[in-house]
Nanobody, 124 residues
Framework: VQLVESGGGLVQPGGTLRLSCVAS????????MTWYRRTPEKERELVAV????????DYLDSVKGRFTISRDNAKKTVYLQMNSLKPEDTATYYC??????????????????WGQGTLVTVSA
């Protein structure tokens, strides 16, 4: 199993980034996918989840209306479109897969493998 995140960078407040996560080593279309983020001050936080078929999504309250999670099962890729970025969005972002089809995810049903993450810095 491999998860490779990309797309992070430095962006000004109000800016936009699109993160990508390419998966391999498992049947991507059979798993819910998530984006988490982590900072030195805060434990890993669930940001967004998408069901295995892409039909359902859910978000952390603080990113609702600004972030959009999507997936392309043919490309084995999950995306996180981040608009109207705020300094408090600064974090390393990670994707993961979960042993469920729906959006009822937790670290209990997450795969043990994590990628290297991609750093997002929102600063003027």
């Amino acid at each position: 199993v491999q998860l490779v995140e990309s797309g992070g960078g430095l962006v000004q407040p109000g800016g936009t980034l699109r993160l990508s996560c390419v998966a391999s080593g498992f049947t991507f279309s059979g798993y819910a996918m998530t984006w988490y983020r982590r900072t030195p001050e805060k434990e890993r936080e669930l940001v967004a989840v998408i069901s295995s078929d892409g039909g359902r999504t859910d978000y952390l309250d603080s990113v609702k209306g600004r972030f959009t999670i999507s997936r392309d099962n043919a490309k084995k890729t999950v995306y996180l479109q981040m608009n109207s970025l705020k300094p408090e969005d600064t974090a390393t972002y990670y994707c993961n897969a979960h042993y469920v089809h729906g959006v009822e995810v937790s670290l209990v049903n997450a795969m043990a493998t994590w990628g290297q993450g991609t750093l997002v810095t929102v600063s003027a």
